[in-house]
């Protein structure tokens, strides 16, 4: 089955700086490679996703790129906001007509952001 | 609409009891999943379902239940409580399109076994 390696455990940051995020997988089948956010006392939400057909996608400050020989995908957080702390987590699946789309995520990554 | 709403919020139970957690949502999702989150790990899939009448298990079904017998509801059952089920548990559904694999998360329930 995948497995899903995700690095750094902590990372700490001043606010305005960026923060990268980092993760591997195991399964070269895996094509879709989400990341969730997830703040205290609730449950994760979506914030990016991306397909193996592309190398990277933007959405405002976070941006994914995904380096499919290396089978490693990272999350990038520019000009960080207090608002931005979180744990955040990657995930990877294959996905295929009629799949379940279970998804496999990393151990998370707890991201504070320093004022 | 509510999204996925998941009851209790917390529980404690003794070892060897048992208990249902109830998980819902109105958006008219095929796919539902059950996870649980331990400290400072990941979450682990525990059984899912891609329509009401199918389940099948995930990466960590040993101790646990579901049932589908509707579109909407997903209960998850925990027979004779052990104290390594001490988690937070998330239920989560997934609309059918081939144009988004969101998985939208309901608020957990926190479960405490002693």
């Known amino acids: 089955g995948e497995n899903v390696e995700q690095h750094p455990s902590t990372l700490s940051v001043q606010e305005g700086d960026s923060a990268v995020i980092k993760c591997t997988y195991s399964d070269s089948a895996s094509n879709y490679f989400p990341w969730y956010k997830q703040e205290l006392g609730k449950g994760p939400q979506l914030i990016i996703d991306i397909r193996s057909n592309v190398g990277e996608k933007k959405d405002q400050r976070i941006a994914v790129t995904l380096n499919k020989t290396a089978k490693h995908f990272s999350l990038h957080i520019t000009e960080t906001q207090p608002e931005d702390s979180a744990v955040y987590f990657c995930a990877a699946t294959p996905i295929s007509s009629g799949s379940a789309r279970q998804l496999t995520f990393g151990s998370g990554t707890q991201l504070t952001v320093l004022p | 609409n509510a999204g996925v709403t998941q009851t209790p919020k917390f529980r404690i139970l003794k070892i060897g009891q048992s208990m249902t957690l109830q998980c819902t949502q109105d958006?008219?999702?095929?796919?539902m999943y059950w996870y649980r989150q331990d400290p400072g790990m990941g979450l682990k899939l525990i059984y899912y379902?891609?329509?009401?009448?199918?389940?099948d298990k995930g990466e960590v079904p040993n101790g646990y239940n579901v049932s589908r017998s509707t579109t909407e509801d997903f209960p998850l059952r925990l027979e004779l409580a052990a104290p390594s089920q001490t988690s937070v548990y998330f239920c989560a559904s997934s609309p059918p399109r081939d144009t988004s694999y969101e998985q939208y998360f309901g608020p957990g329930t926190r479960l405490t076994v002693t």
């Open positions: 958006m008219n999702h095929n796919y």
């Open positions: 379902s891609v329509g009401a009448g199918i389940t």
